[in-house]
């Protein structure tokens, strides 16, 4: 694995220039930039959604071979509670509502953000 201060970078690219989700950052748009790097515990599994505290949790659900991860600060910036979460992660996986309380395996992180405003 490579040192935190190169993945920091190659990833700042990926995100910038790569995903396939956005347009490419026009240098027009890099004085409005705000950078924050989550940098996340190793997820473990929880036998129950009891076991998630939204805001504080990161959840990854996994169900009939397609996978979904929210960080953990996506609950407390849509203000959602963990059905909401759930139910949304269940929606970005491309699975009906409610599929996490049918088989679907929940994981959940930790993460440390680390913010930099111009």
């Given at each position: 694995?490579?040192?935190?201060?190169?993945?920091?970078?190659?990833?700042?690219?990926?995100?910038?220039?790569?995903?396939p989700?956005?347009?490419p950052?026009?240098?027009e748009?890099?004085?409005?930039?705000?950078?924050?790097i989550?940098?996340?515990?190793?997820?473990?599994?929880?036998?129950?959604?009891?076991?998630?505290l939204?805001?504080r949790d990161?959840?990854?659900?996994?169900?009939?071979?397609?996978?979904?991860?929210?960080?953990p600060?996506?609950?407390?910036?849509q203000?959602?509670?963990?059905?909401?979460?759930?139910d949304?992660?269940?929606?970005?996986?491309?699975l009906?509502d409610?599929c996490?309380?049918?088989?679907?395996a929940?994981?959940?992180?930790?993460?440390?953000?680390?913010?930099?405003?111009?």
């Amino acid at each position: 694995m490579k040192p935190l201060e190169q993945l920091v970078g190659a990833m700042a690219l990926q995100a910038a220039f790569a995903d396939p989700r956005f347009p490419p950052l026009a240098p027009e748009e890099l004085k409005a930039v705000e950078i924050e790097i989550s940098l996340l515990t190793e997820p473990h599994r929880v036998a129950s959604d009891v076991e998630i505290l939204p805001g504080r949790d990161g959840v990854i659900l996994e169900k009939s071979g397609k996978a979904a991860v929210f960080l953990p600060q996506v609950a407390t910036e849509q203000g959602w509670g963990r059905h909401e979460l759930l139910d949304n992660l269940c929606f970005k996986a491309g699975l009906g509502d409610d599929c996490w309380a049918k088989g679907a395996a929940l994981s959940v992180f930790r993460a440390r953000v680390f913010r930099e405003r111009g």
